[in-house]
Antibody, heavy 117, light 110 residues
Framework: EVQLVESGGGLVQPGRSLRLSCAAS????????MHWVRQAPGKGLEWVAS????????DYADSVKGRFTISRDNAKNSLYLQMNSLRPEDTAFYYC??????????WGQGTLVTVSS | QSALTQPASVSASPGQSITISCTGT?????????VSWYQQHPGKAPKLIIY???NRPSGVPDRFSGSKSGNTASLTISGLQTEDEADYYC??????????FGGGTKLTVL
């Protein structure tokens, strides 16, 4: 059974940093690209970033480019999102998701990041 | 990276059919067959229901179907059931090697 479990969310002040983790199991992690998607409370989904299987291709939404860094450790079956220079508008549930056939076929339950002073 | 355009809400009665549109550009929907649809119930993670425009993952009822014409993709749900009441999002691959979601459509089954 595929499982994705996010962690690392919490309350952080504007301008500070936070690192999210996503622990994957139930599939061969290094065979698949992975994504981060966020959802502000009561709002729609926003794609944040993606990373290919071998970290050879990484892409970001314009809204986070230069502030967020996606990475993965295939030996640990883990995906990460380093978030720097956080802004109140980054407040959201952050989901990690597995890529398949140009879609996101499995999602974690999300971790809430709140940026507020 | 402008969001794809979806109607904010649709409603229908059980047993009826609805179609949700998702409009993009030639740089996303119009340029690729990499359109997917997601269903999200309140407080839950999104669930993939359509991939590559028309394909249903295992376990998704055949009441759900997808199509595309030009820069617009569509999700049709036939024989509506009360459990179909949820938010629905489209997503497309883009020419910038990114992904973009639609703004979401709230489906109410009256």
């Amino acid at each position: 059974e595929v499982q994705l479990v996010e962690s690392g969310g919490g309350l952080v002040q504007p301008g500070r940093s936070l690192r999210l983790s996503c622990a994957a199991s139930g599939f061969t992690f290094d065979d698949y690209a992975m994504h981060w998607v966020r959802q502000a409370p009561g709002k729609g989904l926003e794609w944040v970033a993606s990373i290919r299987e071998d970290s050879g291709s990484i892409d970001y939404a314009d809204s986070v480019k230069g502030r967020f860094t996606i990475s993965r450790d295939n030996a640990k079956n883990s995906l990460y999102l380093q978030m720097n220079s956080l802004r109140p508008e980054d407040t959201a549930f952050y989901y990690c998701a597995k890529d398949a056939a140009w879609s996101l076929d499995y999602w974690g339950q999300g971790t809430l990041v709140t940026v507020s002073s | 990276q402008s969001a794809l355009t979806q109607p904010a809400s649709v409603s229908a009665s059980p047993g009826q059919s609805i179609t949700i549109s998702c409009t993009g550009t030639s740089s996303d929907i119009g340029g690729y067959n990499h359109v997917s649809w997601y269903q999200q119930h309140p407080g839950k993670a999104p669930k993939l229901i359509i991939y590559e425009v028309t394909n249903r993952p295992s376990g998704v009822p055949d009441r759900f179907s997808g199509s595309k014409s030009g820069n617009t993709a569509s999700l049709t749900i036939s024989g509506l059931q009360t459990e179909d009441e949820a938010d629905y999002y489209c997503n497309s691959y883009t020419s910038s090697n990114t992904r973009v979601f639609g703004g979401g459509t709230k489906l109410t089954v009256l």
